[in-house]
């Protein structure tokens, strides 16, 4: 029997139907097939700036990092600086006020004496003038330290002793005739000496 034109176009519009729909298919497969490469390479590009991201925020971090720490190190060494100044006044301000009881004390009889002999000897003894404080005359015993440093250095010494407006605590100041030659032996100048012995020490116990 033959098919009636109805039967006929139904079949057509069932395979035109059928063949859409498998287009359709493969249309959406490809779609999804693209959408997931795009999906897979922004999600790689993504990762990319991620890792980007955290690494420059990583070189960020340790440059800050290094920053505060250099800063720190500088802070606390500037810190040991000012301790180490500070230990040097309060040992010197100790030392002043003990200078002061000793200059005032039976005890600078004898340390002026010796202070006089050891500057003295340093010049190799022969005829030396001497400066003192106003005042210390009476603590010196020149004949003694004459004959000590005549003894001592082979050399007849005379010492001409002046009191003068030093501005010292106490201690001598000996020189040669014609003052070419100084050795300040008071005690400002002995304990000015001894600051950068006494600086090296505390450097050695700060750093």
Partial sequence: MAESKTD?????K???LANAEEKAKEILNRANQ??????EDAKKRA??????????????ADLRLRREIAKAKLTTRTNLLES?????????????????????????ISILNDLLIEAA??????????????GHGKHMNTQQVQQSVTQKTNTPTALQVMEEDLRSIGGPIVTNTDETIIIDNTFEARLRRMREDIRTEIAKILF
Wanted: hydrophobic residues 35%; proline residues 0%; negative net charge.
């Fill in 8 to 12: 006929v176009f139904g079949m057509m």
């Fill in 14 to 16: 069932e395979e035109i």
């Fill in 34 to 39: 693209i959408d997931n490469e795009i999906s």
């Fill in 47 to 60: 990762e990319r700036l991620s890792k980007n991201i955290i690494e420059q925020t990583q070189k960020e």
């Fill in 84 to 108: 180490k100044e500070e230990l040097i006044n309060q040992a010197f301000d100790q030392a002043w006020e003990k200078l002061k009881e000793i200059a005032n004390s039976t005890k600078y």
């Fill in 121 to 134: 000897c340093g010049l190799g003894g022969g005829d030396l003038k001497v400066k003192i404080q106003t």
